[in-house]
Structure formats: structure tokens, C-alpha cells
């Protein structure tokens, strides 16, 4: 097993706390620094990095810079994918067995092999679209 510091298990925690949210850097660092737990930024930085490494997080880099956010899906199972709502900016995980299919049809057929761990599909969640329409129909 690796070797885990405090501050790799507390940043971890306030992820997987927090898991419907994509954070900041500086979010983890705040959110620590309230619990109780300061952490430098730069100690942020290295351990979300090892963090991503080992597939317990995810990076999202953004126009805004780049968010994290807690993985439930162990790097051992099917790979996950990340929906992103173009309208209010959730984002979640997605681990669905056709998407499988697609990475091996995109391979085998179009000789292109996708990461899914950085794959973000963009669109409308739900709420969001239930409020779309709603807005419409008035």
C-alpha cells in the first residue's frame, strides 16, 4: 500500500465529502483551512495531482481554470466518463457499459483511443432541461 500523509487523506475526504461537486485548488485549501485543517496550496496542488495519478479523482480542465472532483469508480472497473451541464455546470460521473462499446468501436474502427478518465460530454442535465421547457411552454 502507498504511503498517504495527513493532508493526502484529508484533501481526499473533503473531496469524497463534497462528491456531486467539482472544486478549485484553492476550494480544498478554504474548505481545510475551515475544518481545521490547513493545507498550503502548493501542498494542495501535489497531492490532487498524486490523487488524480491514482485515479481516485478527476481533473477538469476548464476555461476557468481547473476543477477536481471525487471519483466513486475505482481505476480497476469499466472506465468512467464525466457529463457536464452546459447550462448550470454540475457535472457527474457516468459508468455505463455502452460507453465501453464506443471506446472499442472508436478503437477497432477509427484507430482513435479515448481516455475516458479525461472524456467530459457536454450538454443538458435534466433540471435544466425540465426548466428549458417549462420556460418555453409559458
Partial sequence: ??????????????????????LTAAEVAEELRQ??????????????????????????????????QYCPHPRESRACF?????????????????LDALCRHLDATHHFCIDPRKTVFTGRCRSCGEKETAHESQ
Fill in 1 to 22: 500500500m502507498a504511503y498517504t500523509t495527513k493532508q493526502h487523506q484529508a484533501i481526499l475526504r473533503c473531496l469524497e465529502q463534497r462528491a456531486e461537486e467539482a
Fill in 82 to 98: 464525466l457529463l457536464r451541464c452546459e447550462c448550470c455546470g454540475r457535472i457527474a460521473h457516468l459508468d455505463c457499459a455502452q
Fill in 35 to 68: 475544518s481545521g485543517c490547513p493545507v498550503g496550496l502548493a501542498t494542495v496542488y501535489r497531492q490532487l495531482e498524486k490523487l488524480e495519478a491514482a485515479g481516485r479523482i478527476h481533473k477538469i480542465p476548464t476555461e476557468e481554470g481547473a476543477f477536481f
